[in-house]
């Protein structure tokens, strides 16, 4: 076993056990804090064998996270209140996102840790001004989740500055693959589309399905992670995505065809918060050397074969 201590925030759900699980693979000692708000813990197999130390607590306590940071050098912050669930309760968003942030980088501070790694997201852009988007494009979010993300952000510099606190964020694009809870971001609506087809039910789709997503799998997000932890790269800000535009009119079509099934999609009349989405991840692949290599096609058949094996999980 390595002798590094990792702590990951938000290990149990559904970017952080795929994580945890690569973490463990790979030697380290790994502690995960989770407050369990999902009511899921996909790390628990983990935990009972004595393969990593599970916390059950919450970001928000400044208390719980001075003890899971004991000792640790190096995190990986996940934790976060999900874009839905900022859209429902802004205030949440506030707490969870920003001022749980600030105790875990404020933690790190204090216990000296080597780097801190952790999530943003493509929402702190908002409506694209262009596409392919890369790090510079202007910060447009208009809702919660994406406003609290990107002050995350600004806090991390500040912080950094201030107290030599290194760092690497990363913005997700559309993160999509196996144990991804139904109700979350955006990229529900694959697991919600495979469900129904499955039910025999049309996939129900808002607006008239040519608003698109840069689909991004898990296994490539996992890859960008471990990368920023090997790395001597420090104080920066990756946007990690696949970097190929997909409209949901095609992916539920995809869905519908490797199913077999005849059902045509359902277009709700609905309005569309972010229209356009595909990522510039050139300063990933030159920086980090990270190259995205699951293609959708390729995801969309794993997924849909666990759903079909493990309904339960969806
Ligand atoms: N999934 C995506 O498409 C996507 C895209 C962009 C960014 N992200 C970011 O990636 C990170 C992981 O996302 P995910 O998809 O795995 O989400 P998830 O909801 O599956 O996992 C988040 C985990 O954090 C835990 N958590 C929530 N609030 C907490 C709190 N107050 N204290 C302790 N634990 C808490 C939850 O119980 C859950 O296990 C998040 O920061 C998210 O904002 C995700």
Known sequence: MNDTKILVTGGAGFIGSHLTKELVKRGYQVVVLDNLSR??????????EGEIKFLKGDIREKAHVLTAMKG?????????????????????????NLEGSYNVFGAAIHENVKKVIYASTSSVYGQPNYLPMDEKHPTNAREPYGATK???????EFLSAKHGLKYIGFRY?????????VDAYYTSVINIFIKRILNGQSPRINGDGEQSMDFTHVSDVVAANI????SDVENEMFNVGYGQENSLKMLANFILTYLGSDLKPEFIPREILVSRRRCDNSKLKKLLRVECKIDLETGLKELVEHVKKYPEIY
């Open 150 to 156: 990107l002050c995350v952000d600004k806090f991390m």
């Open 72 to 96: 640790v050098d190096y995190v990986f912050h996940q934790a976060a209140a999900c874009l839905n669930r900022c859209k429902a309760f802004p205030k949440e968003a506030i707490e969870v």
């Open 173 to 181: 694009f559309n993160v999509y693959g196996t144990y991804q809870s």
């Open 39 to 48: 009511n899921v813990n996909h790390v628990e197999d983990l935990w009972k």
């Open 227 to 230: 990368a920023a932890l090997n």
